[in-house]
């Protein structure tokens, strides 16, 4: 029992990393019809640009992350400005290949300045722990757990109740209808950037936590996160975050039981996990758990 | 009785022709000549093994074109496709040690039937779906490269003894008239020759009725569904396809590298497909050709010159700031959003716009 209690604990920490990376894409998803595979550079230049702040320029952790999502912020609102805004009305193919075409270069940008080298980011978790009832849970999940709580309450509010975030959901519901309310698509994509590459940052910040844990690779986490964008529903931030946890969870309770249950799975099962959820999701449900369904008549 | 100028289209007959002008006879010679005299002019080896895996990028970006250019669907387990057929090539062509006319189909069979069996899942959904599910098929594929070790060897790999004798030839050692090729040299004749099976097949698929069917389904779906092509069948076919041509490649490429392991079919391996297609025009066939021509080449170029390029470092004691590996990949990734944002029909276009210009001059348009 306490090993299960601690497995899901490990998977909601991962999980909560996963939803705000997934919360991401939904976000960009939803204003602009596009999935953007850069989210990975993004992630790793958030956390790369808080090693920059807190161990080479001296800041306090938290204002070096402050720092560090409103530089990523700026980043993804300048990328879409002067990339991806040429791209509208252009196939999907097109833009798609675009943001791929953008993770590769910010990446080995990310790979030219800081190196290949794991890095210890000098944030205040370390490797310190605490126990309840037999689990141990490692002070940094914990944090990741909270931030990802407070981002998401702040997030749901943002769309709720302020006049941007409402216009965001306008323009995501019907672009047309928006624009003649006199919403501005512009600012609305701008800003979907700004979300996501902040949200992204914060992820890359609580992954690269601990020891010798910031190297390029981080950004890797992105292309786990498609899976829990799928299970959610492309266009659902609740799915989202519910997706997050859920291939959290399966992930961490795999590669914990796998050997036991399962030993003629081979090794590393657990990475590949999430894709076999994916898989099975797509085909019971399309367009996933909360997914709007797309109507097609011909 | 005048005839009219060959350039004019009279019928819808013409319009299918492969080769319809005297012009474009005169360089189907040039081209059998630059095939044939290539190898014998050319005897560097580096340059021709960096021509040889060109050609082999080229298959399988035809391929990936008729899927992507033809067909409008983004796929990017084009790496998964290759490795299998590679697998393929290691244990028909290697372990059981049948010959070339019998593993290289076989190589390219397993792939497509891999693709029928995917591609009805994958395809279900319309748009960006196809890419993420492919995405997924990566690192299912690596897990499955990486486990299966009878086959594959496991994560260090296995080595191809394909041989590649083809009657009385062997290009592994190839004798013309008492003089003898060197193995580079004999691959070149046959991958080469295999790239213009494939071209010429796939010109073929695109100027008859199923090519006419994907290019409807990438030009809208909806609309293709109401002049009755049906979706599902064309796009899970041309998803077939283009995993047959993947996994041909794949075979020829672990027969010619003699070794592969699981680290090569990674998700750069499709992105390098993929930028292949981007950079030489995305819906031609020339111009997948063309792009792994360009891009099987810069790295090549990169790599030989890279002593005198400033900031790149060769070793890893080297003081600059960027790898080899590094700049290759911003490279690939720089190139991509370059042709998309300025030039996406690629380097073939401005090919077709040199070609407008003589067409039409004296006059601008």
Redesign the interface.
Known sequence: MTEFLQLCFNGLALGARYALVALGFVVIYRATGVINFAQGALVALGAYLTYAFANGAGLPFALAVLLAVLCSSAFGAGLERTVLRKMVGEPVFAVIMITIGLLFIVEQAITAIWGFDNLNLADPWGVETVGAADVVMAVRDLWTLGIAAAVLAGFFAFFRLSALGVAMRATAFDAEAALAQGISARRVFAVSWAISAGLAALAGVTLASGPAALSPTIGAIALVAFPAMIVGGMDSPAGAVAGGMIIGLTQALTAGYQEDVAPWLGQNFGAVMPYVVMIVILLVRPYGLFGTREVRRV | MARPHPNLTRRYADDLRLFRTRAAKAWLVVLVLLWLLTPMFLTDPFWLSVLNYAGIAAIGAIGLNLL?GYT?Q?SLGHAFFIGAGAYVAAAVGGDLGLPLVLWLPAAALFGALVGAVIGP?AL??????L???T???V??G??VF??LEGLTGGNSGTSVTAEATLGPVDFNAVTILGDEYIRNQGWFWLVWALVALCALLAKNIVRTRPGRAIQAIRDRD?AA??VGVELGRYKVAAFVVSSGFAALGGALYGAYQQYVSPDEWT?FLS?QY??II?VGG?GTIFGAVLGALFLGGLPAVIENYSDSIPGVATTAADDG???VF??N??I??????LF??FE?RGLAALWLRVKAYFKAWPFSY
């Open positions: 992507t409008g983004v899942f279900r959904l319309r748009g960006n779906y890419a993420i599910v995405l997924g098929l690192f299912l690596d897990y990486r486990n909806v569904e109401i998700l992105i993929i930028a981007i995305v700031f960027i790898s590094s700049l990949q911003a690939f990734g720089l190139l991509i959003v998309l944002m996406p």
